[in-house]
């Protein structure tokens, strides 16, 4: 049965950091990209990060490149997102998923990813 657990997410001040991880089963995880999304209350979902099977190529929406890095080891199925300098903005329930066609990813488009995560929520307060 395929499975996407993330988790890492809680409470975290502004400009404090959290590391979130997304872990896979059930399928052979180092063929798909992996993307992150998340979506804020009353917002719709956006597109985080995404990385290539291999790792070698990822990319990050505008709102927060420099800030976030994606990364993964296929050893042990699990895709990380790195946070720091976070904004109240970044407020919103993290989702990982997971695609055959890297082209979708890479675009950021969340309704062409095939498998999907339950979510773990970030909130960014003071």
């Known amino acids: 049965q395929l499975q996407l657990v993330e988790s890492g997410g809680g409470l975290v001040q502004p400009g404090g950091s959290l590391r979130l991880s997304c872990a896979a089963s059930g399928f052979s995880f180092h063929y798909y990209a992996i993307g992150w999304f998340r979506q804020a209350p009353g917002k719709e979902r956006e597109g985080v990060s995404c990385i290539s099977h291999s790792g070698g190529s990822t990319n990050y929406s505008d709102s927060v490149k420099g800030r976030f890095t994606i990364s993964r080891d296929n050893a042990k199925n699990t895709v990380y997102l790195q946070m720091k300098r976070l904004k109240p903005g970044d407020t919103a329930i993290y989702y990982c998923?997971?695609?055959?066609?890297?082209?979708?990813?890479?675009?950021?488009?969340?309704?062409?990813?095939?498998?999907w995560g339950k979510g773990t929520l970030v909130t960014v307060s003071s």
């Open positions: 998923s997971a695609t055959l066609t890297p082209s979708v990813c890479m675009r950021l488009q969340w309704d062409g990813m095939n498998y």
